[in-house]
């Protein structure tokens, strides 16, 4: 984020279009998160030091609010998607 306090991860696919609002995850320290819920908590490595991404708390952030680029989450591609079924489908 702008503010330098607080990281997302984005999981929104770029449209070719823009649009005001992003759909991103919140990323969290690992060590100042409690236990993990299983495929919808997406354990992550941002440079060698553990973070979460909390799928379970999807939000729509404007495009403006989000900062540059720290890393990338594309290696846990799977996990984020598996993530999203969860959420939307159940499974």
């Known amino acids: 984020?702008?503010?330098?306090e607080e990281i997302v991860?984005?999981?929104?696919?770029d449209?070719?279009?823009e649009t005001p609002y992003i759909l991103c995850a919140?990323?969290?320290?690992?060590?100042?998160?409690?236990?993990?819920?299983?495929?919808l908590h997406v354990p992550i490595h941002l440079?060698?030091?553990?973070?979460?991404i909390a799928m379970s708390q999807l939000v729509?952030?404007?495009?403006?609010?989000?900062?540059?680029?720290i890393?990338?989450?594309s290696v846990?591609?799977?996990e984020i998607v598996a993530a999203m079924d969860l959420l939307v489908s159940g499974f």
Do not use: Y
């Not at 984020?1 to 330098?4: I, L, N």
């Open 71 to 73: 890393g990338d989450a």
């Open 26 to 39: 919140p990323v969290f320290l690992r060590a100042a998160w409690g236990a993990l819920i299983p495929k």
């Open 60 to 69: 729509a952030i404007l495009g403006a609010q989000i900062g540059s680029v």
């Open 9 to 13: 991860c984005r999981v929104q696919t």
């Open 15 to 17: 449209l070719g279009i």
């Open 76 to 78: 846990w591609r799977d």
């Open 47 to 52: 440079d060698g030091v553990p973070h979460i």
């Open 1 to 4: 984020m702008r503010d330098g």
